[in-house]
């Protein structure tokens, strides 16, 4: 009888340990295009990423760089003050997005031009997300507003 006990204790680990194997490899599989990561217009130009990645870069418009093509469609350039990684946008921008203002966008890096599906801008005059702010205190352009 102790030893029944004991072979079925082992047994219902080993499935317990199967199982959270299995559903941490699935967790993993679900969330493998979910997982973007943030990258300054430097971080792109020292290693580019490859044209089926998708990822978020970050960083201030650059000034005269906004143009507005037909219909929806919206190049501009995005700068950390060390490089400078061109644009493109189809959509319909946030109201708050200026240039020299700071901006996050989703992507793909195709051909030397950040093919963006998704923009995001700052939503009050002092906001920038933590990311934009630490890419551009690496490069020594970042002037905090409030001083």
Do not use: C, W
């Not at 009888?1 to 941490?24: E, F, H």
């Amino acid at each position: 009888m102790k030893g029944l006990k004991k072979k079925r204790r082992v047994q219902v680990i080993a499935v317990a340990a199967v199982a959270l194997v299995l559903s941490t490899g699935l967790i993993g599989y679900a969330m493998r295009d979910g997982i973007n990561f943030f990258r300054s217009p430097s971080q792109i130009m020292a290693e580019p990423p490859t044209a089926t990645e998708t990822f978020r870069i970050g960083g201030l418009v650059e000034e005269g760089s906004l143009v507005r093509g037909q219909g929806e469609t919206i190049r501009f350039s995005v700068t950390d003050g060390g490089a400078s990684v061109p644009v493109v946008f189809t959509g319909v921008l946030p109201d708050l997005f200026e240039e020299n203002q700071g901006m996050v966008g989703t992507g793909r890096y195709v051909n030397g031009v950040f093919e963006a599906s998704e923009i995001l801008a700052k939503h009050d005059e002092t906001y920038m997300p933590a990311e934009v702010v630490d890419a551009l205190k690496e490069q020594g352009v970042y002037q905090d507003p409030n001083s």
